[in-house]
């Protein structure tokens, strides 16, 4: 029981990690919330239906699975960082030396224009993502894990290492702490500021759409309103592990979906949604910085 | 090699540039001093691209570069250590120098040992964070990173500021070594009696204007300057 909620808590919680890293790493650049990020992902939930029916339609699935959702999975990413690469174009580099009020009011604009543009497109009923994999699974220890389960964990596994393997390691990576820290600084040594801002909205999005994705698989049902609380929920992870933190957003995601998870297995089912924001409310009491995070004074 | 003509500097309804002449040729120093306020980083961040002149051109080697981003200009070998030094605190020593090699204008091995040839200090502290160095530490890591881009004019803003007297002369006396090896430097200093012994022409920038020029010697001569900027 225990080590069966565990197992769902690190599934729901690798997905949040996932969105909340792009939370964190726009904000750890621009100091911005971009609300449009909920979006992407639920955009990206989509893309997995539509992508996968489009497959099955020309007979790709019955030839192979695996490759028909590797490619899902690679298509929605590139489509929804395309996405992102343009919402940060059109709806926030234009704002870039405005008041800080006013890129956060457009990206509400644009969190509710996508919702409403994928209502029009979609329609406003659930969307079903068919099951593929039955009820298919394995034993571990005392428990049963699911192959969709097992694969959200290591796919979210190998992603955020090799996120922070890119922005420890490469040159583009430590570029990206390089702008996050001093813009100005970084464009007086030759760093094109621009580009390394549109990267990490690329990147960002990239992960967001590879959750979306899972997430339609994982609960089979995918409406144009699930970026919204998604979203609020990886933010508050983003929070949680010290926004503009990397690893925080990491932790803080898993963190979440545990506590989700065992909140509604031992107290009530029935508080679920709030049990993200009483660990936020605790946390923020004592490390006001979040865990990860620099204290607010100690910011640079 | 840099010419300044007519460049006009605004931050909004505030002018505070108001039309400065200036020229460096290769292998100078030259100096610009001036009290507080006076326009010299405005002046230095003008011709990196930072801020955009509303009038007046800026050439190097005969193009105009005002209109170019950031970037482009240190491409084109224009580098700057701005004033307060400005190191990535939560990036490594060699992460700060491997950033200042961004725009690969020349090849990394050979200009990180160049750098430590002149500051051995920061190769012994190179995966040390940058905000964890000493004042003079971070001043000698700020000069190295811009020379890491290999550039043509080097721009110091002020490269002095803080430090403890026997930094100072270590650092005038680097600045005056990677001189003596070709590079072209424009020095902004408040101290203007060990600027004007540095450099081999100065310039007197008195709010946005340029009041005086002419060779070190004679403003180190000159009663105005003996007056206003060496407290004699
Ligand atoms: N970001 C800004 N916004 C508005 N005014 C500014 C800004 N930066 C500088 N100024 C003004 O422009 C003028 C020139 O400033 P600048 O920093 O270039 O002077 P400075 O000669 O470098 O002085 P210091 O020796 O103190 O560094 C000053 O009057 C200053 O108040
Ligand atoms: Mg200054």
Redesign the interface.
Known sequence: MLLQQIINGLTLGSVYALIALGYTMVYGILELINFAHGEIYMIGAYLGIILLAFFTSVGLTAVSLPLTLLLVVVLAALICSAYGFTVEKLAYKPLRNASRLSPLISAIGVSIFLQNYVMLTQGATDKVFPSLFGSGGFRFLSTRVSYLQAAIIVVSGVMMVSLQAFVMKTKTGKAMRAVAQDKTMASLLGINVDKVISITFVVGSGLASVAGVMVAAYYGLVNYFIGYIAGIKAFTAAVLGGIGSIPGAMFGGILLGLVESLGASYISSEYKDAYAFVVLIGILLVRPGGLFGKAPEEKI | MLKLEAVRTRYGPIEALRGIDLTISKGEIVSLIGSNGAGKSTCLMTI???LKPSSGRIELHGEDIAVL???RI??RGV??A?EGR?I????TVK?NL???A??GRGSFPEQIENVFRLFPILKERSRQYGGTLSGGEQQMLAIG??LM?RPEILLLDEPSLGLAPIMVSRIFRTIEEINREGMTVLLVEQNARAALRLSHRGYVLESGAITLQGSSEALLGNEKVKQAYLGE
Do not use: D
Request: glycine fraction near 8%.
């Open positions: 990196s691209g930072v981003p950031p970037h240190v491409e580098s700057q701005p400005r990535f605190p939560r990036l992460e491997e950033m200042g961004f725009p990173r811009a881009a």
